[in-house]
């Protein structure tokens, strides 16, 4: 099994590692790991990967999506009125609006001076020159320079990591925020592979973490979100599950 593994998380109390399944196709499955170490959080990571992956790998190759079961009723005499009646009803469904996932993030405001001149505040009392604010994006975004982060939820991410960090603390060291677009991106990965419908996703999300949407959750919150989207696709069935490249083409 050729596996990545990716620091999502870390602070004080814990780590966050993703791990993930490579194939000549691309990404396969992946799974989320929480521990006190790096090391710790892997292991556990590759554990849930593993756990998923076993029913497909000792099982006959999965079959295509599959279709969702509904409870058999006994058969009935079709008659002319039922059959029009059924053809509207699908009709129906067909032009009813879908709601929308509980994913959708709020519209980005066009304003950022706000936020980046916070920022300028937090470098300042934490003791950092540019050099060290620049290794510290390199390490958290992949690139050394704020200008460059694209979406807000990264800056402001920036921003909150930021606050938390106590003055003289290394941009080396300093632990890196959570990325709210790629904990979306997972979740929607997952919900795909689930094959759940906007109403499940909600209803789940209200049950486990009292929240309608899952732009009313913190970062911290998301990442548990997903982990427990981790623990339903554990119970799936190999003739339920699809594979993540291709859920990721249908999301």
């Not at 000549?24 to 521990?35: K, Q, T, V, Y």
């Amino acid at each position: 099994m050729n596996t990545r593994a990716r620091l999502c998380h870390i602070d004080t109390s814990r780590c966050v590692v993703e791990v993930e399944w490579l194939g000549a196709e691309g990404l396969h499955a992946s799974a989320l790991g929480e521990g006190r170490t790096a090391e710790e959080a892997e292991d556990r990571a590759l554990q849930r990967l593993q756990a998923r992956l076993r029913p497909q790998q000792t099982s006959a190759p999965a079959p295509v999506k599959a279709t969702p079961t509904v409870q058999s009723s006994p058969e009935q005499e079709t008659t002319p009125d039922s059959t029009a009646a059924s053809t509207a009803e699908e009709r129906q469904r067909d032009v009813e609006p879908q709601p929308t996932p509980p994913s959708e993030a709020p519209t980005d405001p066009d304003d950022w001076s706000d936020e980046l001149t916070a920022i300028d505040l937090e470098l300042q009392r934490i003791g950092w020159d540019r050099e060290q604010e620049r290794r510290y994006l390199e390490r958290a975004f992949g690139h050394g320079s704020r200008h460059r982060l694209t979406r807000y939820s990264d800056l402001v991410a920036f921003l909150n990591r930021l606050r938390s960090l106590e003055p003289g603390i290394s941009g080396d060291q300093a632990p890196v925020p959570l990325r709210r677009s790629d904990l979306i991106q997972q979740g929607d990965a997952m919900l795909a592979t689930l094959s759940w419908s906007p109403q499940q996703a909600r209803e789940f999300l209200q049950g486990q973490l009292q929240a309608s949407s899952r732009q009313q959750l913190s970062d911290e919150q998301l990442l548990q979100f997903n982990m427990l989207l981790e623990e339903q696709l554990l119970h799936l069935k190999p003739s339920e599950r699809v594979p993540v490249s291709e859920a990721v083409e249908e999301g």
